[in-house]
Structures are given as structure tokens and as C-alpha cells.
């Protein structure tokens, strides 16, 4: 069975910075893109970035600048490192990975961390 576990959030001023990591577990054979996206309420669940296997990574408009998304295949492991933060940031963020492992395939879901940011 495929995990994917994330942490590193929580409570932070406005301005300040939060680093977020997900790792997946499980016996995978190979790991597509990974990408974070993130849910406010009473918002729909929007894209925050995404990183292909070969690194490249693309951004939403209003993180640009701001986020920077990375991987580390070896760990099976992606990162959000997220500055300037806003109130407007605060939401849970979900880890994605699209991926190939023993018995699955697929998009695969974090269970989800908060974050919040104080003004």
C-alpha cells in the first residue's frame, strides 16, 4: 500500500515562512509529477505547484515568486517552501503524486496539513 505523508505546517505570521514535505511510502516502482494543492474553506481545492520527474515546476499566479517547489527522488519526497506567506495562504495542502507502485497506479492523496497564516 502507497502513503503519502506531509508535514511541516501550521500557525505563522504574515511575511513569515514555512517549509512543507512530503514523503511517500509504499513499494513504488516509479513517481510521475508531485504537486501541492491546497483547499480554503469554502474554496474549491486549487493547484499550489507541481513538479515533473525531470524537476521542472510550474506554479499558480498567486504563488509565483513566492513558493518554490522541489523533489528529491531518491527519498520519494517533495517539498513546498512557501515565503512571504499571506493570510490568504491559510487552507489545507494536500501532496499529490502520480504514480506507479506494486498493485497501484495513479493519483495518490496526502491525507492534508494545515496551514495558517496571522495578519
Known amino acids: 500500500q502507497v502513503q503519502l505523508v506531509e508535514s511541516g505546517g501550521g500557525l505563522v505570521q504574515a511575511g513569515g515562512s514555512l517549509r512543507l514535505s512530503c514523503a511517500a511510502s509504499?513499494?513504488?516502482?516509479?513517481?510521475?509529477?508531485m504537486g501541492w494543492y491546497r483547499q480554503a474553506p469554502g474554496k474549491q481545492r486549487e493547484l499550489v505547484a507541481d513538479i515533473s520527474s525531470s524537476g521542472r515546476p510550474e506554479y499558480a499566479d498567486s504563488v509565483k515568486g513566492r513558493f518554490t517547489i522541489s523533489r528529491d527522488n531518491a527519498k520519494n519526497t517533495v517539498y513546498l517552501q512557501m515565503n512571504s506567506l499571506k493570510p490568504e495562504d491559510t487552507a489545507v495542502y494536500y501532496c499529490?503524486?502520480?504514480?506507479?507502485?506494486?498493485?497501484?497506479?495513479?493519483?495518490?492523496w496526502g491525507q492534508g496539513i494545515q496551514v495558517t497564516v496571522s495578519s
Open positions: 499529490n503524486a502520480d504514480l506507479l507502485g506494486l498493485a497501484v497506479h495513479g493519483s495518490h
Open positions: 509504499g513499494i513504488i516502482f516509479r513517481i510521475n509529477d
